[in-house]
Every structure is written in structure tokens, then in C-alpha cells.
């Protein structure tokens, strides 16, 4: 099994609907990051969260919201889906004892209509 | 300025070819320098990564950084079609050791 996985793979909406994005990870690791990937920008950071209790804004937080239901699961909310949100999100982990290698979800491809 | 430049590609070249992969930082604190690999509707996966300057060989694959001239690359020796990916230069930093990525440079290995 996949030590990170992500759901829904793939989705689309419409503009102004509410989605969930969700990940989750059997790595035991304290530090999760969301990020969103797209064409000719490489992946930029939305949020990241230390542990459950330690959430904080990245680069591109505007439009998003995440939850940190416990250590092992991350989720990230559009509150009000729009167009330029269509893009690849990936979930990825951390160990904030073991190096600084951040191991990441297969992606959701988002579309917004 | 971007804090990670990469080139951009795409890079295609034949089996066998010796690949170079480049990227520049503006911050010259930056210590970790990580190349991740991202095959097509994969997550990206850590290839490898070099402390301060050097070199650093896996295999096929050497990671070099100068510090000097802020530039980090990857180079790629006797690829193979299977090598066909897009590459991404990482940086860790800040207090979340987040990483700053480069835009990536995708590579076609033509059998």
C-alpha cells in the first residue's frame, strides 16, 4: 500500500462549489505540506502544518483552507471553487527527525468549470 | 527574481546521450539541494540531494552544486527511455523546511 495516499485522484466542479481534498499517510510523520503544481511554475506551497495543534499559510493560502483531523491525515478545502484553481495538488510528509526528504501523494487533478 | 530558476526544456535527446540538467538560486544560505523525478500522474520522488558543494554520484546520476555561482545540476549518463521524466530542482528552507522548487525540465529519452 502507498505510504501516502490522496483523494479523489481526479474531479471536477464548478465555479463557486465547496471541495475537500484529502490526504493521508501511514509514514508516522509529524510535518505535512499541500502544494499545487502547475504548467511552467513548478510547485508552489498553500499550507503546511507542524502537528495537529500548528497550521500555518504558505507561498498561496488565498482561496484555501486546510484541517488537520490527526497526525496522519491533512485535508484542504476550496471554499468557493474558481477557474484559475484548476490545477495538479499534491499532499507530501515529512519527519522533522529524519533529513529533508519530503515524500508526496500521487496528486488530484482538479478542474474548475 | 524566483528564489529557484530552472531551465525550462523540453529536453529531448537519443539513448545513450549524456544529459544536463541545470538550475540557479538567488540565496546563498541555502545548504540541501534535492533533485526530485516526476513521471507523467506521479507524485514527484526524491533522486537525490548533495549537502553544500560537491559532487555527488548514484549510479548513472551525479548531482553537482556550486556555491560560488549558485548553481546546482544533474547530470545523467547513458539515459535511457526510462529516464524520460520531468526533473525538479528542490531547495528546503524556512522554518518548515519547505521546499522551494524549480519550474522543471521535462526529458524525453528517444529509443
Known amino acids: 500500500d502507498a505510504d501516502v495516499t490522496q483523494t479523489p485522484r481526479n474531479r471536477i466542479t464548478k465555479t463557486g462549489k465547496r471541495i475537500m481534498l484529502e490526504c493521508s499517510q501511514t509514514?508516522?510523520?509529524?510535518?505535512m505540506y499541500w502544494y499545487r503544481q502547475d504548467p511552467g511554475l513548478g510547485l508552489r506551497l498553500i499550507y503546511y502544518?507542524?502537528?495537529?495543534?500548528?497550521?500555518n499559510k504558505g507561498e498561496i493560502s488565498d482561496g484555501y483552507s486546510v484541517s488537520r483531523q490527526a497526525q496522519a491525515k491533512f485535508s484542504l478545502s476550496l471554499e468557493s471553487a474558481i477557474p484559475n484553481q484548476t490545477a495538479l495538488y499534491f499532499c507530501?510528509?515529512?519527519?522533522?527527525?529524519?533529513?529533508?526528504?519530503?515524500?508526496f501523494g500521487p496528486g488530484t487533478r482538479l478542474l474548475v468549470l | 527574481q524566483k528564489e529557484v530558476e530552472q531551465d525550462p526544456g523540453p529536453l529531448s535527446v537519443p539513448e545513450g546521450a549524456i544529459v544536463s540538467l541545470n538550475c540557479t538560486y538567488s540565496?546563498?544560505?541555502?545548504?540541501?539541494f534535492m533533485w526530485y523525478r516526476q513521471y507523467s500522474r506521479k507524485g514527484p520522488e526524491l533522486l537525490m540531494y548533495t549537502y553544500s558543494s560537491g559532487n555527488k554520484e548514484d549510479g548513472r546520476f551525479t548531482a553537482q552544486v556550486d556555491k560560488s555561482s549558485k548553481y546546482i545540476s544533474l547530470f545523467i549518463r547513458d539515459s535511457q527511455p526510462s529516464d524520460s521524466a520531468t526533473y525538479l530542482c528542490?531547495?528546503?528552507?524556512?522554518?518548515?523546511?519547505?521546499?522551494?522548487f524549480g519550474s522543471g525540465t521535462q526529458l524525453t529519452v528517444l529509443p
Open positions: 528542490a531547495i528546503p528552507s524556512g522554518s518548515a523546511r519547505q521546499l522551494t
Open positions: 509514514k508516522g510523520h509529524d510535518r
Open positions: 507530501a510528509t515529512r519527519s522533522s527527525g529524519t533529513g529533508e526528504t519530503q515524500y
Open positions: 540565496n546563498s544560505a541555502f545548504q540541501y
Open positions: 502544518s507542524f502537528d495537529v495543534k500548528d497550521i
